[in-house]
């Protein structure tokens, strides 16, 4: 550098060319700073690479995932690196014919090498002799449909779920074992378990309400209610709620025809037209 000509207007250096007002160390930062450029990767302020339009560090990029890799002698990042090693490492299961590793114990895969709860094996039915897998009670699905205890355990269960069971369960299940079949009876137990686990109280009437359907027909569950409450005198029917019980003259029902009866019984015009006949 020759001789002081003036002061760096930006460090106040000096500056021994004449023309210049900027210091060496300036003049070499300016030039640094416009060969420089935001990345669109990073968004730093990098030279910029001619091939990838990137720094130099995003420029870096793992050939399996496309990730920044840091060191220039890697092609893969290291998520790549590990993967391909566990890869590297598994073996082709003899069970299942798929890559897996293999288990010192069985020479197996993990998932074949994994002991499994079997379904139960296939006995003899207590009630048809025919060997099938178990429903219950030593009986096959068939035969479990159609015992008769069905309604009884049914009725147990739906008891332990509810938080005060209701006294007359056990009853209704026996009621409705005289009456229906063991899957119909099950299938009103059923419904009578959502009635009981409603918000609604539980008193007979309001629960023979709840169960009612609207229309012609109250439904074979209310039907069925309906009987058991009246005979035990927990309710009043459905017609008769806001009037008194019933009486005895009421009650007696009016004798059946008998079949002789019903077929030849004519209309009177047809007895006018005998009686006047020649």
């Known amino acids: 550098m020759g001789k002081r000509q ?13 023309d210049r007002r900027h210091c060496c160390r300036c003049t070499a930062q300016m030039k640094d700073e416009a060969s420089r ?7 730093r302020s990098r ?5 990838t339009g990137r720094c130099i560090t995003c420029s870096r990029t793992c050939a399996g995932c496309g990730r920044p890799v840091r060191s220039p002698a890697a092609s893969h990042c290291g998520i790549c690196r590990r993967k391909a090693d566990r890869q590297a490492a598994k073996r082709l299961c003899p069970r299942c014919q798929r890559p897996g590793f293999l288990q010192d114990g069985t020479g197996w895969c993990d998932h074949c ?3 499994r709860q079997t379904k139960q094996p296939p006995r003899q039915c207590a009630s048809c002799g025919q060997v099938r897998r178990h429903a219950g009670l030593g009986l096959c699905s068939a035969c479990w449909q159609k015992h008769p205890d069905r309604p009884f355990v049914a009725a147990e269960n739906l008891a332990a ?10 009853d209704f ?5 005289e009456r229906h079949c063991a899957s119909r009876a099950c299938t009103m137990i059923s419904t009578l378990g959502r009635l009981l686990q409603d918000e609604h109280p539980n008193h007979p009437q309001a629960l023979l309400d709840r169960a009612r359907h609207p229309g012609r027909s109250m439904g074979s569950l209310a039907r069925a209610l309906e009987g058991f409450f009246t005979q035990r005198g927990l309710a009043l029917p ?3 709620r806001n009037g008194s019980p019933p009486d005895a003259a009421d009650v007696v029902s009016t004798p059946p025809r008998s079949r002789f009866d019903r077929r030849f ?14």
């Open 6 to 18: 003036r002061d760096c207007v930006g460090c106040g250096a000096a500056v021994g060319f004449i």
């Open 37 to 43: 450029a935001s990345c669109p990767a990073c968004g």
């Open 47 to 51: 030279v910029l690479q001619a091939g």
């Open 113 to 115: 090498s994994r002991q």
């Open 161 to 170: 779920r509810l938080a005060e069971p209701v006294p007359w369960l056990g």
């Open 173 to 177: 299940a026996g009621h409705l074992t």
């Open 238 to 240: 459905t017609d008769r």
């Open 265 to 278: 019984r004519r209309s009177p015009s047809s007895c006018c037209e005998h009686a006047s006949g020649p």
